[in-house]
């Protein structure tokens, strides 16, 4: 508690202080201590410990950029480190899990005579924080204490150097560990982008593991910037919170297999930066750091880098190549359109941009373009990039990228030979070289600075600035190498500053030694590896093979010297050396076995020697045997052989498997059986197949004696293939159905198909594959296997023709589909997508289509046939159509089918092009016929027979005729003889026979003939013409009757006399019922007229004038009477009127007038 008081009063709240964010870091941490969010529960706190101390290292390390180093980096090693032996000699830290800190102890003994002064130990590695308690003198066999801290954010394998500083140099200390995920699923808090101002709340959650609950007794951080707040109590101004209350403790307890946020960081910066720092969590199992790192910038869009500098390129064949990378750090995602160069520089490449545009959501970072520069004109070249974003406003929818690049042609040279130190294993050794450089630039040269990144080196005799002129050679610099005593192979880079590039010159440590690899095991040291050769159980009279790569990874050549055997039954096959590269730079060998030269093979650096170690049985037994390899070097590689002979074989039945050509989605399988002759039972241990194509599944695993039995199913699946160019069958999800078939869609198809014409070119069509079956006894029995690859096809024939078809029909025809594969095959016909628009699923020449119903996707079942479609052909023009449809499918994505068809027609031609008649004098019967009246005038018929040609490819089908519209054969004075449908075939004639017969006079007479065809309506021209002169011969013939005519018109006029009598008796039988009437009525009262009202019904004019005089006359004279008595009434009351208005003469005269109109 009183350590808690007193951080408490040392650390009021914090506040972030504009500058760069590690002096911000560091000088906050100095004042204001730590942060902490601790319980009321913790006791009194025990003296210092080595978790106490995790914080302060971890602070240490954070100041110091990362390094944890407690005090100033070593200058040189330590010559002799066998003074001191570190216990254990190797730290190996396994099993560790990520955000959980582990701390281990080594002790290190001082074994020499001479006391050695520590002065404090540092790390090459982040993950790795060294901690020396106490520095000081250790004197001859004392021990003091290094704690090793190894905290780590990410699971892997970590590998560094712990090197302890004293007064005699730095001694290194090699630590090792892996690391997994944690239990407690606490993850670090890193990566983080946060703009400028904007605060940042990320919480922190523990996930209880056990079966117990778990209390979390201590939350803090050492690091100013950050603030902690509890979860119910989120403090937005920042600061630490100190939890007084108890009641609050249920927020630091996690039930069992439960998870809990315990705690919120509270980040705000105002300034640009890098921000690092951990959180600390105590629990009362064990204790946990959560490593915390926040990138702050400024709001907006940023692309990194912010200006491209390609530096200096020395080579036109050099180039050098850049990534660009843009963050959204906007409310709203963004969308990048485009990237060019307005300058069109020719040596400025873009790759790996979408062109299609590139999404980017908010808070996202993506790296969208890359960059190169190649060589070219020498010079300063410099320009700007611009990105278009979608973005309304203009300004802010292009983003200039600046770039530059020097191009100067020239290098710094240097000596390769003095730039390779010896490593010598058990001995502590120094290396002294002078390091020369010449200047081959036109420019002089001036290096500033040079540095080599290793404690093993050291720089000596080099002047800072040196300048070098044009053709200088000078020694810059003595380098000095230190060796420890290891086995050491690796690089290290001397780096020179100048001012116009930054030179790497490789400074290579080597051992000299061999590394081996037996068949395809791990690449080791030879004469630290295990390389036992055990053969196994062999048949007498087999040979078993094993290989071996021997590689020389020095940067200088290693001599192999001699080869030596130990037994008859081994040899040794040198099958080639490889160059770095992987090209075969000698071929394949045997090794004598008595070897009379000093120098067998010099292997160069990097290259690598392919060896094969046979052994041939030669009786029954065990035999061990070895073969050792010596070099130069005075390294000796010993090989030992081992292995036992029995009697008898193995034959496989059939003795080679071959299979039909297949393709991905077809699988053959046949059986294999075997016959053993040994003694014994043999038992298969496993088998494998050098091609995964061929795929064994075995039957059983025991095999009697002298007896044939089934041993396996062999299957043969192309679709299992593990090359690189695999990819010449689609992918189940790479088919898309029901989408136009653009143009990237067939040249994505052309592609594969062009790997299966390169599989044929190159012979991988042909597989041949080997089985090998590893038993008890015998290893590697093989079974050859022949297979082979073929294209599949889906369709019998690669073309579908349409016969010649008549112009404006169309025709249709169903395409059978075929699936070869052993699963179901969808398939949908498809017509590529046209520049122009046309119909929905038809070919861009308008001349095929696809029908309603086979727009669809169809599915056919394996190994079956079906017909799809129809497909219809539609011509428009005499010509030929040729278009390809494709079948889409999931077998073989596309398939082509070709479509061939003939447009054509049948066309009726008339010479003339109209049927015309001419008529003459003869025609119209001469002068004679119109002077003798005795002769009845008959009407005028001429006739007329008409050739028609058919003069296409297609027969004309005459279905129907019609006149001017007026269907049947005769219309307007034209008739049609022999009227009724007729086909004529192509290149024939036809003819038919018109007659005209003119009903009134006229010089010209023009109808049309319309013939109906299957293909439409053939029109042509009736025309009769009369000449000027005959015009009053054919008037005067009027009218133009005939016999038929003339007794037409008798018996019509017949007919209608008859009528008129019927009409005249039925009006006299009404006047005499009438007057009958009228005579019977002449003893009624005088003042009514019965034959009046009767004659008043009578509505016909003509049946009046045909009714009696006295009818009408006493009618008349009724009619008079009933008119004066009306008269009389009228006088009457207009004489009252005019006595009333005094004007009685004029209306009078008036009124006699209007009688008087009346009466007329």
């Given at each position: 508690r009183s350590r808690q008081a007193a951080l408490s009063r040392a650390a009021p709240p914090a506040e972030i202080r504009d500058g760069p964010p590690h002096e911000t870091a560091a000088s906050d941490v100095a004042a204001a201590g730590a942060a902490r969010v601790s319980l009321a529960l913790v006791a009194s706190l025990e003296p210092k410990s080595m978790p106490d101390i995790t914080a302060e290292l971890l602070r240490s390390a954070t100041e110091n950029g990362g390094s944890s180093a407690s005090s100033t980096r070593p200058t040189k090693m330590m010559l002799d480190a066998s003074a001191v032996r570190f216990e254990p000699r190797t730290l190996s830290l396994k099993g560790q899990r990520t955000c959980v800190p582990r701390w281990d102890e080594v002790e290190i003994?001082?074994?020499?005579?001479?006391?050695?002064?520590?002065?404090?130990?540092?790390?090459?590695?982040?993950?790795?924080?060294?901690?020396?308690?106490?520095?000081?003198?250790?004197?001859?066999?004392?021990?003091?204490?290094?704690?090793?801290?190894?905290?780590?954010?990410?699971?892997?394998?970590?590998?560094?150097?712990?090197?302890?500083?004293?007064?005699?140099?730095?001694?290194?200390?090699?630590?090792?560990?892996?690391?997994?995920?944690?239990?407690?699923?606490?993850?670090?808090?890193?990566?983080?982008?946060?703009?400028?101002?904007?605060?940042?709340?990320?919480?922190?959650?523990?996930?209880?593991?056990?079966?117990?609950?778990?209390?979390?007794?201590?939350?803090?951080?050492?690091?100013?910037?950050?603030?902690?707040?509890?979860?119910?109590?989120?403090?937005?101004?920042?600061?630490?919170?100190?939890?007084?209350?108890?009641?609050?403790?249920?927020?630091?307890?996690?039930?069992?297999?439960?998870?809990?946020?315990?705690?919120?960081?509270?980040?705000?910066?105002?300034?640009?930066?890098?921000?690092?720092?951990?959180?600390?969590?105590?629990?009362?199992?064990?204790?946990?750091?959560?490593?915390?790192?926040?990138?702050?910038?400024?709001?907006?869009?940023?692309?990194?880098?912010?200006?491209?500098?390609?530096?200096?390129?020395?080579?036109?064949?050099?180039?050098?190549?850049?990534?660009?990378?843009?963050?959204?750090?906007?409310?709203?995602?963004?969308?990048?359109?485009?990237?060019?160069?307005?300058?069109?520089?020719?040596?400025?490449?873009?790759?790996?941009?979408?062109?299609?545009?590139?999404?980017?959501?908010?808070?996202?970072?993506?790296?969208?373009?890359?960059?190169?520069?190649?060589?070219?004109?020498?010079?300063?070249?410099?320009?700007?990039?611009?990105?278009?974003?979608?973005?309304?406003?203009?300004?802010?929818?292009?983003?200039?990228?600046?770039?530059?690049?020097?191009?100067?042609?020239?290098?710094?040279?240097?000596?390769?030979?003095?730039?390779?130190?010896?490593?010598?294993?058990?001995?502590?050794?120094?290396?002294?070289?002078?390091?020369?450089?010449?200047?081959?630039?036109?420019?002089?040269?001036?290096?500033?600075?040079?540095?080599?990144?290793?404690?093993?080196?050291?720089?000596?005799?080099?002047?800072?600035?040196?300048?070098?002129?044009?053709?200088?050679?000078?020694?810059?610099?003595?380098?000095?190498?230190?060796?420890?005593?290891?086995?050491?192979?690796?690089?290290?880079?001397?780096?020179?500053?100048?001012?116009?590039?930054?030179?790497?010159?490789?400074?290579?440590?080597?051992?000299?030694?061999?590394?081996?690899?037996?068949?395809?095991?791990?690449?080791?040291?030879?004469?630290?590896?295990?390389?036992?050769?055990?053969?196994?159980?062999?048949?007498?009279?087999?040979?078993?093979?094993?290989?071996?790569?021997?590689?020389?990874?020095?940067?200088?050549?290693?001599?192999?010297?001699?080869?030596?055997?130990?037994?008859?039954?081994?040899?040794?096959?040198?099958?080639?050396?490889?160059?770095?590269?992987?090209?075969?730079?000698?071929?394949?060998?045997?090794?004598?076995?008595?070897?009379?030269?000093?120098?067998?093979?010099?292997?160069?650096?990097?290259?690598?020697?392919?060896?094969?170690?046979?052994?041939?049985?030669?009786?029954?037994?065990?035999?061990?045997?070895?073969?050792?390899?010596?070099?130069?070097?005075?390294?000796?590689?010993?090989?030992?052989?081992?292995?036992?002979?029995?009697?008898?074989?193995?034959?496989?039945?059939?003795?080679?498997?071959?299979?039909?050509?297949?393709?991905?989605?077809?699988?053959?399988?046949?059986?294999?059986?075997?016959?053993?002759?040994?003694?014994?039972?043999?038992?298969?241990?496993?088998?494998?197949?050098?091609?995964?194509?061929?795929?064994?599944?075995?039957?059983?695993?025991?095999?009697?004696?002298?007896?044939?039995?089934?041993?396996?199913?062999?299957?043969?699946?192309?679709?299992?293939?593990?090359?690189?160019?695999?990819?010449?069958?689609?992918?189940?999800?790479?088919?898309?159905?029901?989408?136009?078939?653009?143009?990237?869609?067939?040249?994505?198809?052309?592609?594969?198909?062009?790997?299966?014409?390169?599989?044929?070119?190159?012979?991988?069509?042909?597989?041949?594959?080997?089985?090998?079956?590893?038993?008890?006894?015998?290893?590697?029995?093989?079974?050859?296997?022949?297979?082979?690859?073929?294209?599949?096809?889906?369709?019998?024939?690669?073309?579908?023709?349409?016969?010649?078809?008549?112009?404006?029909?169309?025709?249709?025809?169903?395409?059978?589909?075929?699936?070869?594969?052993?699963?179901?095959?969808?398939?949908?016909?498809?017509?590529?997508?046209?520049?122009?628009?046309?119909?929905?699923?038809?070919?861009?020449?308008?001349?095929?289509?696809?029908?309603?119903?086979?727009?669809?996707?169809?599915?056919?079942?394996?190994?079956?046939?079906?017909?799809?479609?129809?497909?219809?052909?539609?011509?428009?023009?005499?010509?030929?159509?040729?278009?390809?449809?494709?079948?889409?499918?999931?077998?073989?994505?596309?398939?082509?089918?070709?479509?061939?068809?003939?447009?054509?027609?049948?066309?009726?031609?008339?010479?003339?092009?109209?049927?015309?008649?001419?008529?003459?004098?003869?025609?119209?019967g001469g002068e004679q016929a119109l002077e003798d009246e005795s002769r009845p005038r008959r009407r005028v018929v001429i006739s007329k027979s008409f050739t028609a040609t058919n003069d296409c490819e297609l027969p004309v089908e005459v279905k129907a005729f019609d006149i001017n519209g007026v269907a049947g054969c005769s219309g307007f004075g034209f008739e049609i003889h022999g009227c009724k449908p007729f086909t004529v075939a192509p290149h024939e004639t036809v003819e038919l026979s018109v007659s005209f017969t003119p009903d009134f006079a006229a010089s010209r007479w023009e109808q049309r003939l319309r013939l109906h065809t299957q293909s439409g309506i053939l029109a042509v021209p009736l025309r009769a013409f009369v000449p000027p002169e005959l015009l009053p011969?054919?008037?005067?013939?009027?009218?133009?009757?005939?016999?038929?005519?003339?007794?037409?018109?008798?018996?019509?006029?017949?007919?209608?006399?008859?009528?008129?009598?019927?009409?005249?008796?039925?009006?006299?039988?009404?006047?005499?019922?009438?007057?009958?009437?009228?005579?019977?009525?002449?003893?009624?009262?005088?003042?009514?007229?019965?034959?009046?009202?009767?004659?008043s019904l009578l509505s016909w004019p003509s049946i009046n004038a045909l009714a009696p005089a006295t009818w009408n006359t006493g009618g008349r004279r009724d009619q008079q009477a009933l008119s004066q008595q009306r008269a009389s009434r009228r006088d009457r009351r207009n004489e009252d009127q005019e006595m009333q208005s005094g004007e009685h003469e004029p209306h009078q005269h008036q009124q006699q007038q209007h009688h008087a109109h009346r009466q007329g």
């Amino acid at each position: 508690r009183s350590r808690q008081a007193a951080l408490s009063r040392a650390a009021p709240p914090a506040e972030i202080r504009d500058g760069p964010p590690h002096e911000t870091a560091a000088s906050d941490v100095a004042a204001a201590g730590a942060a902490r969010v601790s319980l009321a529960l913790v006791a009194s706190l025990e003296p210092k410990s080595m978790p106490d101390i995790t914080a302060e290292l971890l602070r240490s390390a954070t100041e110091n950029g990362g390094s944890s180093a407690s005090s100033t980096r070593p200058t040189k090693m330590m010559l002799d480190a066998s003074a001191v032996r570190f216990e254990p000699r190797t730290l190996s830290l396994k099993g560790q899990r990520t955000c959980v800190p582990r701390w281990d102890e080594v002790e290190i003994v001082n074994v020499g005579d001479s006391e050695i002064i520590l002065e404090g130990v540092s790390s090459d590695h982040g993950m790795f924080h060294p901690w020396l308690a106490t520095p000081g003198v250790l004197r001859k066999s004392e021990r003091a204490k290094i704690q090793i801290l190894f905290l780590t954010q990410a699971v892997g394998t970590f590998e560094g150097l712990v090197l302890v500083q004293t007064n005699l140099g730095a001694i290194p200390y090699t630590v090792k560990a892996t690391a997994g995920d944690n239990p407690y699923k606490v993850e670090p808090i890193v990566g983080a982008k946060v703009v400028v101002g904007e605060r940042f709340n990320p919480a922190v959650s523990v996930f209880n593991p056990h079966d117990v609950n778990l209390h979390i007794r201590e939350v803090f951080t050492t690091e100013g910037f950050l603030h902690l707040s509890l979860p119910d109590k989120p403090n937005e101004d920042g600061g630490s919170t100190t939890i007084q209350n108890a009641t609050s403790a249920g927020v630091w307890t996690i039930q069992p297999k439960q998870q809990k946020t315990i705690i919120h960081l509270s980040f705000t910066s105002h300034v640009t930066g890098k921000f690092k720092g951990f959180v600390h969590l105590k629990t009362d199992i064990e204790n946990l750091l959560v490593p915390v790192e926040i990138m702050v910038t400024k709001g907006g869009v940023h692309v990194t880098p912010e200006t491209v500098d390609f530096q200096t390129l020395v080579s036109p064949l050099q180039s050098r190549s850049m990534w660009l990378t843009l963050t959204n750090l906007n409310p709203q995602p963004i969308e990048l359109l485009s990237l060019y160069d307005p300058k069109q520089d020719r040596n400025l490449q873009i790759t790996s941009f979408d062109q299609k545009g590139i999404n980017v959501v908010p808070g996202a970072t993506v790296r969208f373009a890359k960059v190169t520069y190649h060589g070219g004109d020498e010079g300063f070249m410099q320009g700007k990039l611009q990105l278009i974003i979608n973005d309304t406003d203009a300004v802010s929818a292009t983003l200039d990228i600046p770039y530059k690049a020097r191009v100067l042609y020239g290098s710094l040279g240097f000596m390769n030979d003095k730039t390779k130190f010896q490593s010598t294993p058990g001995r502590v050794t120094s290396t002294m070289r002078s390091i020369m450089i010449s200047n081959n630039f036109s420019v002089p040269i001036l290096i500033h600075t040079a540095r080599i990144d290793d404690p093993s080196f050291q720089i000596s005799h080099f002047t800072p600035n040196s300048l070098l002129h044009p053709g200088d050679a000078v020694g810059l610099m003595h380098v000095e190498f230190t060796s420890n005593g290891t086995s050491a192979l690796y690089t290290r880079d001397l780096e020179l500053s100048t001012n116009v590039t930054a030179m790497k010159i490789p400074l290579q440590v080597y051992h000299g030694k061999l590394h081996c690899q037996v068949e395809q095991g791990e690449v080791r040291e030879c004469s630290a590896s295990d390389l036992g050769l055990d053969m196994g159980t062999i048949s007498v009279g087999e040979s078993r093979r094993k290989h071996l790569n021997v590689t020389n990874l020095n940067p200088v050549n290693v001599t192999i010297e001699s080869i030596a055997f130990t037994h008859s039954s081994v040899s040794l096959f040198m099958e080639g050396v490889w160059s770095p590269k992987g090209e075969q730079i000698r071929g394949a060998r045997p090794v004598p076995r008595n070897l009379q030269s000093k120098r067998v093979l010099t292997l160069p650096p990097g290259h690598r020697l392919s060896m094969a170690v046979e052994v041939l049985a030669t009786e029954a037994g065990t035999t061990s045997a070895s073969v050792t390899i010596s070099t130069r070097r005075k390294e000796s590689i010993v090989l030992p052989v081992r292995y036992e002979s029995v009697l008898g074989s193995l034959a496989f039945l059939p003795a080679k498997l071959r299979f039909e050509a297949s393709f991905p989605g077809r699988v053959q399988s046949r059986v294999v059986a075997a016959r053993s002759t040994f003694e014994r039972p043999l038992q298969i241990l496993a088998v494998r197949s050098t091609d995964s194509r061929i795929i064994p599944e075995l039957m059983t695993r025991s095999l009697s004696p002298l007896a044939r039995t089934e041993i396996a199913h062999i299957h043969y699946d192309p679709s299992k293939s593990s090359a690189p160019d695999g990819s010449y069958m689609p992918q189940s999800d790479e088919v898309d159905w029901d989408v136009p078939l653009t143009e990237e869609i067939v040249e994505r198809w052309s592609r594969r198909q062009q790997m299966w014409d390169e599989l044929g070119t190159r012979g991988q069509a042909d597989i041949e594959a080997t089985l090998l079956f590893d038993t008890n006894i015998v290893r590697g029995a093989s079974l050859t296997v022949r297979a082979f690859l073929t294209k599949p096809s889906i369709v019998r024939e690669s073309t579908l023709s349409f016969d010649l078809t008549q112009v404006g029909t169309s025709v249709t025809q169903m395409l059978l589909i075929h699936n070869p594969s052993d699963t179901s095959l969808a398939v949908q016909l498809v017509f590529p997508q046209c520049e122009v628009f046309s119909e929905a699923n038809s070919s861009c020449d308008v001349g095929f289509k696809l029908a309603q119903e086979a727009q669809q996707v169809f599915y056919v079942k394996p190994h079956a046939d079906l017909h799809v479609g129809p497909i219809v052909f539609e011509p428009q023009q005499h010509t030929a159509y040729n278009t390809t449809l494709y079948i889409r499918n999931n077998l073989t994505m596309l398939h082509p089918l070709q479509l061939a068809g003939l447009g054509g027609s049948g066309r009726l031609v008339f010479p003339d092009g109209a049927l015309d008649f001419n008529l003459t004098a003869a025609d119209l019967g001469g002068e004679q016929a119109l002077e003798d009246e005795s002769r009845p005038r008959r009407r005028v018929v001429i006739s007329k027979s008409f050739t028609a040609t058919n003069d296409c490819e297609l027969p004309v089908e005459v279905k129907a005729f019609d006149i001017n519209g007026v269907a049947g054969c005769s219309g307007f004075g034209f008739e049609i003889h022999g009227c009724k449908p007729f086909t004529v075939a192509p290149h024939e004639t036809v003819e038919l026979s018109v007659s005209f017969t003119p009903d009134f006079a006229a010089s010209r007479w023009e109808q049309r003939l319309r013939l109906h065809t299957q293909s439409g309506i053939l029109a042509v021209p009736l025309r009769a013409f009369v000449p000027p002169e005959l015009l009053p011969q054919l008037a005067d013939r009027s009218p133009f009757h005939g016999d038929t005519e003339d007794s037409a018109r008798k018996v019509i006029t017949g007919i209608s006399i008859a009528l008129c009598g019927v009409m005249l008796i039925v009006v006299v039988g009404d006047i005499m019922k009438v007057y009958k009437g009228a005579s019977a009525s002449s003893c009624k009262d005088p003042g009514v007229s019965p034959s009046s009202e009767v004659i008043s019904l009578l509505s016909w004019p003509s049946i009046n004038a045909l009714a009696p005089a006295t009818w009408n006359t006493g009618g008349r004279r009724d009619q008079q009477a009933l008119s004066q008595q009306r008269a009389s009434r009228r006088d009457r009351r207009n004489e009252d009127q005019e006595m009333q208005s005094g004007e009685h003469e004029p209306h009078q005269h008036q009124q006699q007038q209007h009688h008087a109109h009346r009466q007329g």
